[in-house]
């Protein structure tokens, strides 16, 4: 029994690409954010490739027309949006950091110029062989500065100066 490579490159890509879309609690990412474009960038040239390589092998006029067709709608939608993404990016500045539990509470401050107000953002990482973090958005607000502490009883705290802005229970 003979297995074309081609749908089964097809359905992983895609199915891949879905999972780093649902909108889940926590957001995998790469440590290095020229990682995550280059990530994207290249799940785009897979699922290309393989909806070329189906569409080639299809002996349907009409099925090969849909496969490259949908092929020809993610070069002209999904290329342009890696791009935008990709401009639109904001760095950000990691004010505070606290280990906790084999992960970390970052505090980020983002800088979006005369788009937007600074924004300070809270995270729970966790990180694998500093290659791949799991991030977990918990808190934003539109501050200047704050810092993390640990208080006595355990609870991560984003303060400026003695005003609490936001706790959370480890």
């Not at 999972?19 to 290095?32: A, N």
């Not at 569409?55 to 890696?82: D, Y």
């Not at 979006?112 to 973090?133: N, Q």
Request: aromatic share 12%.
């Amino acid at each position: 029994m003979k297995i074309d490579r081609a749908p089964l490159i097809l359905l992983a890509s895609v199915g891949g690409f879905a999972v780093s879309f649902i909108p889940w609690p926590w957001i995998p990412q790469f440590t290095r954010d020229a990682w995550n474009y280059l990530y994207v960038v290249s799940v785009i040239l897979v699922i290309l490739y393989s909806l070329a390589a189906v569409g080639i092998n299809l002996r349907r006029r009409f099925r090969r027309f849909l496969i490259l067709t949908l092929a020809a709608m993610i070069v002209v939608v999904a290329a342009p949006i890696s791009v935008i993404a990709f401009l639109a990016y904001r760095p950000a500045d990691r004010i505070s950091e606290i280990s906790s539990d084999g992960g970390f509470y970052r505090l980020y401050r983002f800088k979006c110029e005369l788009l937007c107000p600074t924004r300070l953002e809270l995270r729970r990482e966790l990180e694998f062989m500093s290659l791949v973090k799991i991030v977990r958005p918990i808190w934003s607000g539109d501050h200047e500065v704050a810092e993390l502490r640990a208080s006595r009883t355990g609870e991560i705290e984003v303060v400026v100066g003695h005003r609490l802005l936001y706790r959370v229970r480890d």
